[in-house]
């Protein structure tokens, strides 16, 4: 099971981005997905999650500037990010709470984490 992240990049203060991530490998379903980010010299915070039922959530600095959103055919997340300031400066993290077969002893849920990517805004 992977996760693989992409669409981050260097933007000017009030660009936006859309990153994505996808779930891929053997499993039976993904449920909650989440987008983390660690900015230089701080700590890993979470920005935003979604149930597999669509319920979202967002970290108080985010709201209103970043949606995120999934494909559940596509096992995919995605993070809109607008009006970008150069506190976003992070490296961005997708993990995903993913269920696998296991034989003789049902399902096992598993937190899997995509490799990250950067994500620069400039002022």
């Known amino acids: 099971v992977q996760l693989q992240a992409s669409g981050g990049g260097l933007v000017q203060a009030g660009g936006s981005l859309r990153l994505s991530c996808s779930a891929s490998g053997s499993f039976v379903r993904v449920t909650t997905m989440r987008w983390y980010r660690h900015p230089p010299g701080k700590q890993r915070e979470l920005v935003a999650s979604?149930?597999?039922?669509?319920?979202?959530n967002y970290a108080d600095a985010v709201k209103g500037r970043f949606t995120i959103s999934r494909d559940s055919d596509k096992n995919t997340v995605y993070l809109h990010m607008v009006s970008l300031e150069p506190e976003d400066t992070a490296v961005y993290y997708c993990s995903a709470d993913i269920w696998t077969a296991v034989e003789g002893s049902g399902l096992n849920r598993g937190d899997y984490w995509g490799q990250g990517t950067q994500v620069t805004v400039s002022s």
């Open positions: 979604i149930t597999g039922g669509g319920v979202t």
